[in-house]
């Protein structure tokens, strides 16, 4: 607790990340998804100020045309959870996050007067032991598809789903707040070539991988 009796959501981040192909239909219920658009102020050699807000109230596709701003100030008012946070350097599946609960409504003016802006729809499940979420991006990060495994402790000895094709844990390339000024349609292609001379890879550092 601080000194003003507020509780600082101080954590260290482990995960790992993975790129995929598509989103998985059997992890999709029928039942809307949290719909995220984050807003990043700053980001800068790996730092980021970042505001996001969430609802399960609305299901949007995440098609390719989708503008952030545009969904959030035509449904600001179903956006109900709100948080501001600071994140440092991803750094072997460890990431530094601090984060508090804002008004949904300073949220939303924040992200819609400034700021660089994603919007993806969230879907979490099971597998083997662990929570993952798949993110689905839209607007210029469609049609890309992001898993992420994630604990309380460092990710390992992780039974990996098949869906997942290669991995991203610690690419830069691949975080929100580069995604949200270096969008994926900007380098897809690239790295599609990438991927197809170098092949996948899953790193080694983690203990045991088990493609499942």
């Given at each position: 607790m601080t000194r003003e009796g507020m509780p600082m959501l101080d954590e260290y981040q482990y995960e790992r990340r993975f790129f995929c192909r598509s989103m998985p239909t059997e992890f999709d219920d029928g039942d809307a998804p949290a719909l995220i658009i984050q807003g990043y102020f700053v980001h800068a050699d790996r730092y980021a100020l970042r505001v996001r807000l969430t609802t399960h109230a609305l299901r949007i596709p995440m098609t390719a045309d989708l503008d952030a701003r545009t969904v959030l100030a035509e449904h600001r008012d179903i956006f109900r959870t709100a948080t501001i946070g600071v994140k440092g350097?991803?750094?072997?599946?460890?990431?530094?996050?601090?984060?508090?609960?804002?008004?949904?409504?300073?949220?939303?003016?924040?992200?819609?007067?400034?700021?660089?802006?994603?919007?993806?729809?969230?879907?979490?499940?099971?597998?083997?032991?662990?929570?993952?979420?798949?993110?689905?991006?839209?607007?210029?990060?469609?049609?890309?598809?992001?898993?992420?495994?994630?604990?309380?402790?460092?990710?390992?000895?992780?039974?990996?789903?098949?869906?997942?094709?290669?991995?991203?844990?610690?690419?830069?390339?691949?975080?929100?707040?580069?995604?949200?000024?270096?969008?994926?349609?900007?380098?897809?292609?690239?790295?599609?070539?990438?991927?197809a001379r170098n092949g996948p890879s899953f790193q080694q550092s983690f203990g045991t991988n088990t493609m499942e």
């Open positions: 350097p991803s750094v072997g599946g460890t990431r530094y996050e601090a984060s508090r609960d804002i008004d949904a409504q300073v949220a939303a003016a924040l992200v819609l007067r400034g700021g660089d802006v994603i919007i993806k729809n969230r879907y979490t499940a099971w597998i083997g032991a662990d929570g993952w979420n798949i993110d689905v991006f839209g607007g210029a990060n469609a049609p890309l598809v992001v898993a992420a495994a994630q604990r309380s402790t460092p990710v390992t000895n992780l039974i990996i789903p098949r869906f997942c094709v290669t991995e991203i844990t610690d690419e830069p390339r691949f975080s929100n707040d580069e995604l949200s000024w270096r969008p994926f349609t900007r380098w897809a292609d690239d790295y599609e070539d990438e991927l």
